[in-house]
């Protein structure tokens, strides 16, 4: 009985975290109409692969509103290590967004979404670099658990097993998949989560095919089942396929709107694993109340209401509703019954017409705080409703009340809850523990798999509506009226009452000078009083120990310097802004991820910034940077102390370009400056005329000009995805490798994401190999950095990924990068 309750808990929860924050469903007589048809169904199908926006949203779609079977995906990571087209956030930052983006194209296409643990930690080759990054063992235990939990009767793959194909993460979905398939029945595998869920064995795995790379696949389809996923759903007014590309919308950080289609439209399927089918996936799997014991009666009276649902008085149907609802709660399959309990109470909430909300007084509290509340409930129907009891289950409060909510009527109850002192901050539970490149670390079984956090309060509503008991969970939200915008949801959430921000993410020391550090407190509640202080190891030397502060109004945010002196050494530290009020010590930073497409999150990271003591010569030469599709080496630069311009809109003439000494394009400058087709000559005269000119990665393909170097050399798709891949030198003597710094193996040490990409494949004798790396088990690639003279001047191109590397603060990226830009004046190298 314990199991049960258990796990009654966890589905509850499931069904309340897909509003969280939204403005509340609204329940049309079409949305009811559909809900009713979906009660007669019984089939789950899960769809797996690798990252948000892998899915096929028009499959999903289809299944979930046509077949009307419960569609989940399966996302292995939530896409941190992609790119971001929207705004500035990267790796967890940009997980949230995605992860987010994948809720609300959920909210669309009315499936349910799951995720693992594995972080999208970039671009791997081979499933096998992939599993030995992600921890295999445990995130084909994230599978397996979510199979037990959802019980799919079908699982279907955006993917197949064959290395090499695609992205290594992509292939690894697969192949976890098939595992998982095979052992999510067995009993003596994950048996930790057996006291949680039973097990559960699907009845066949499919993959659903694609041809987009022509080369890779067959193109017969006579042995694949097919699907028309085209289809119109008139309750909708749209086409699946409609839906679909509205779903698929939602992912905007990835820049995939889509533009709907109409007609028909074939998917094709696969047959992997189980048991195979002739025509259709489900025509051996029972999709219906026939295989529930008591289930018959059931779908004949469902058949019933259907027929009897009348759109211009849908709470006509309520009296059978209700009936209906007794007979489910009296099924012995526990899974069935209480997923059809949550159906029926949602129909029951829109056919009466039922609004409830919970509004928060701010969108913030810190533990042991008051929090007003306003609660708002209506009923639009003749059904006799009486609202009973608001039970805060989390807090251990309620309240007993006996209002008749009649016939829209607004009844309006103001209410007050104080969060207790041990209340957690609403942190998505995923970053709460600090993680390796592979896997995140949770902790407690229950999270693993959700999309998001359940709500930071949820709060049951007991009613009585016509003599039956039913308990309606909403979660407590805030709201407010946007002159633009009208009414903007977002989520309540539990924060810190402090936070300390380090404005800058990497502070870099250049030499042994004094640097100021500012530090940025912001009160998470009213008339805050506390000590603020700056944790560096001893080495590094801080005035003033300590500062203390007072800030009244909730909200404000005082700026404080500290003078630091670094270490005579190299060195790398960690630092921490520390706030300590009464005792008690805090250093979360406070970051915020606003976007009109999904709710407002907030973050509360450990605020933890690398201090790093650079061992550097550098000249004082000038710098002329061109920005290519966006990166921070202007700034880490200037970090360092040079003198650097942007150069993209004024003029490339010779005059001006001479006022440099060197140029630097940025990352992808040659895919995305479409004035280079025309000035790329004008940057290569300079360096003949003595300038340095040094080219960073771009794409092989679309360039805005192949002319782009002195002499010959042809771009590859080569790349380095193992950062700690091991260079050599090939030429230990090269000016590059000596002055102004010494440069060795040790300062390849420490290098994050990738070692480099998009290397040259191919180039004349007039270039100078200096490096040579490759991933484990490949060819050497030597293309990562080339050197030419050129008149009297130099041409770098250098593929290693310096617009990471120094960013994150690494020594040796700077040591190296300071070393090209010197080239110009190394005695040796004239
Ligand atoms: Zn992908």
């Known amino acids: 009985m314990k199991k049960l309750l258990i796990i009654l808990t966890a589905i509850n929860l499931l069904v309340v975290s897909s509003v969280y924050a939204q403005k509340p469903k609204n329940y049309n007589a079409a949305e009811i109409q559909l809900s009713l048809q979906k009660l007669k169904v019984l089939g789950n199908v899960l769809y797996v692969a690798a990252h948000p926006d892998d899915e096929n949203t028009r499959l999903i779609t289809y299944l979930a509103n046509e077949i009307k079977v419960n569609t989940a995906y399966f996302s292995f990571t939530r896409g941190d290590g992609g790119q971001n087209l929207i705004g500035p956030e990267m790796r967890e930052d940009l997980g949230v967004i995605r992860t987010q983006e994948l809720l609300a194209a959920r ?59 695609t992205h290594g993460h992509h292939t690894a979905s697969a192949i976890l998949a098939e595992e998982a398939f095979d052992i999510a029945g067995d009993k003596s595998k994950y048996t930790e989560q057996l006291m949680y869920v039973d097990v559960w064995q699907p009845k066949a795995l499919y993959w659903n095919t694609y041809w987009w790379r022509k080369s890779d696949f067959q193109k017969d389809t006579s042995e694949l089942l097919s699907i028309d996923v085209g289809k119109y759903n008139a309750l909708k007014g749209l086409s699946y396929s409609e839906i679909a590309a509205l779903s698929r919308s939602s992912h905007r950080s990835q820049g995939f709107g889509a533009t709907g289609t109409r007609g028909i439209q074939k998917e094709y399927l696969q047959f992997v694993k189980g048991q195979n089918a ?24 469902i058949d019933q209401i259907l027929s009897d649902f009348d759109p211009a008085n849908p709470a006509g149907i309520l009296a059978d509703v209700l009936k209906l609802r007794k007979q489910i709660a009296h099924l012995n399959d526990d899974f069935w019954r209480e997923k059809k309990l949550d159906e029926i109470d949602e129909i029951i909430y829109g056919i ?28 639009r129907s003749d059904a006799k409703i009486i609202l009973k009891k608001v039970n805060f289950k989390s807090l251990g409060v309620g309240a007993g009340y006996n209002f008749e909510l009649k016939n829209n009527v607004t009844k309006q109850i103001d209410s007050k809850i104080t969060l207790p002192n041990s209340a957690v901050y609403s942190q998505p539970y995923w970053l709460v523990n600090e993680h390796g490149i592979g896997i ?78 500012k530090v940025d407190v912001k009160s998470g509640k009213e008339k805050l009083e506390g000590i603020l202080t ?39 530290a960690k630092a921490s802004a520390m706030v300590t009020i009464e005792d008690k010590e805090y250093n979360y930073s406070h970051s915020e991820i606003n976007y009109e497409h999904i709710p407002a999150q907030l973050l509360f990271y450990k605020n933890e910034v690398k201090f790093v003591k650079l061992d550097l010569k550098r000249g004082d030469e000038k710098i002329g940077y061109i920005i290519g599709a966006g990166d921070n080496i202007p700034k880490n630069l200037k970090q360092i102390g040079y003198e650097v311009f942007i150069i993209n809109d004024i003029e490339f003439s010779d005059k001006i370009l001479d006022d ?92 994050v994401q990738e070692r480099g990409l998009y290397f040259p494949g191919s180039w004349s004798a007039d270039y100078e190999v200096v490096l040579s790396s490759h991933d484990p088990g ?10 030419a003279k050129y008149g009297r001047g130099h041409f770098i191109y250098s593929g290693y990924s310096w617009f990471r590397e120094l960013p994150a603060g690494i020594p040796g990226a700077f040591r190296i990068f300071v070393n090209m830009i010197s080239i110009g004046n190394n005695p040796t190298a004239k």
């Open 352 to 379: 009466t017409g039922l609004f409830i909300e919970v509004k928060a007084q701010d969108y913030t509290a810190c533990p042991g705080e008051s929090v007003n509340l306003e609660i708002e409930a209506i009923n």
């Open 778 to 787: 490949e060819e050497s690639l030597e293309g990562g950095l080339l050197v």
């Open 534 to 572: 700056l944790n560096l190891p001893k080495s590094w030397k801080i005035e003033p120990s300590s500062y203390e502060f007072q800030l009244d109004q909730k909200g404000e945010t005082s700026s404080f310097s500290f003078m630091v002196t670094p270490p005579d050494h190299q060195e790398t």
């Open 440 to 517: 995140f670390e949770v902790k407690d079984q229950q999270l693993i798999g959700k999309g998001e956090n359940d709500p930071a309060v949820i709060v049951d509503i007991l009613l009585i509506i016509e003599g039956e008991e039913i308990t309606i969970s909403k979660p407590v939200i805030y709201k407010r009226n946007d002159p633009v915008r009208g009414e903007v949801y977002r989520p309540f959430v539990i924060a810190p009452p402090v936070y300390s921000n380090i404005t800058e993410r990497v502070v870099i020391f250049a030499n042994h000078a004094t640097q100021e550090v």
């Open 278 to 301: 002739e025509k259709d996936i489900f025509e051996k799997i029972d999709l219906g109340w026939n295989k529930i014991e008591g289930g018959k009666q059931i779908d004949l009276d």
């Open 107 to 165: 909210r669309i296409d009315h499936g349910q979404q799951f995720f693992s643990r594995a972080v999208d930690f970039g671009y791997s080759k081979h499933p096998d670099e992939t599993f030995k990054t992600w921890n295999k063992e445990k995130i084909l235990g994230d599978l397996v658990w979510i199979i037990r939990k959802f019980r799919p009767d079908v699982i279907i793959t955006r993917f197949n097993t064959v290395a090499g194909t």
């Open 660 to 751: 440099f000494d060197v140029i630097i394009l940025g990352v992808r400058a040659l895919n995305t400056v479409d004035r280079l087709k025309f000035d790329m000559d004008k940057l290569i005269q300079f360096a003949h005329r003595g300038g340095t000119l040094i080219l960073q990665y771009n794409t092989s393909h679309r360039l805005v000009t192949e002319n782009f170097a002195p002499y010959p050399m042809q771009l590859s798709r080569d790349r380095i995805t193992v950062e700690e891949a091991p260079v050599t030198i090939v030429n230990k003597s090269h000016p590059l490798m000596n002055f102004p710094n010494k440069i060795s193996e040790k300062d390849f040490e420490g290098w």
